[in-house]
């Protein structure tokens, strides 16, 4: 039987941790270094660049491994990567386009893989529950970051809402703007990651509420 902790015992456990910066860090503010992450929104309101903007951010403290699966290494990311300014990250954030699940599972094996790890799409890579369940527990050491299609406001698919509930940091982009749903919140709960975009979809949709 496992023993129960004291309140200073718990107090004392040491949690490696990020502190955000920027637009990120009034989102989530700090965040455990490792576990899982869990992204979601409909088509056409800035997700992938969401995504791409949190692994900028997350650059700055380890290697990143972003694996564009469905968009490939397509014009429409390079324009990502140029907009974002990516390039300034060096060698320390990488892209792979064409990965199994199982190859993916042994690159993270390997000594000194990348620590941060954000998968777009769930939808894609055809991960189930019970999958995602045994790979977070092996690379229990890294940061796995998940994209997810969305069916209105709820993850697309039984696999994703299991994993969404599951993911201690949740990430709704909506309108070019993201919102923190899961247990780490900032100062606003939010990261605007283009502001005329979101200015245009949030003015448009508060017009047609009042309607």
Known sequence: ????????????????????????????????RHGSGFFWGNSGNGKSTAVL???KELSRYGRVLYLPLEEGYSLSLQNSVRR????DCGSGFQILARTTFEDLDKRLSKPKSPE????????????????????????????????S????KQPAGRAAKSIMYDADLKIWE?????????????????????????????????RQEDR
């Open 84 to 87: 974002l300014g990516l390039a």
């Open 149 to 152: 299609h969305a069916d209105g």
């Open 174 to 206: 909506e309108g070019h703007t993201a919102f923190s749903k899961g247990r780490f919140i900032g100062e606003t709960g939010k990261a605007v990651l283009w502001e005329k975009g979101a200015y245009d979809y949030w003015t448009l949709k508060k």
């Open 1 to 32: 039987m496992e023993k129960a902790l004291s309140i200073s015992q718990v107090l004392r456990i040491n949690h490696p941790a990020i502190t955000m910066g920027g637009e990120w860090g009034n989102c989530v503010g700090t965040i455990d």
């Open 116 to 147: 941060f790890v954000a998968i777009d799409s769930l939808q894609y890579l055809g991960l189930s529950y019970r999958q995602y369940q045994a790979f977070k527990t092996k690379h229990r050491n890294k940061l796995l970051i998940f994209i």
């Open 53 to 55: 903007s949190f692994c």
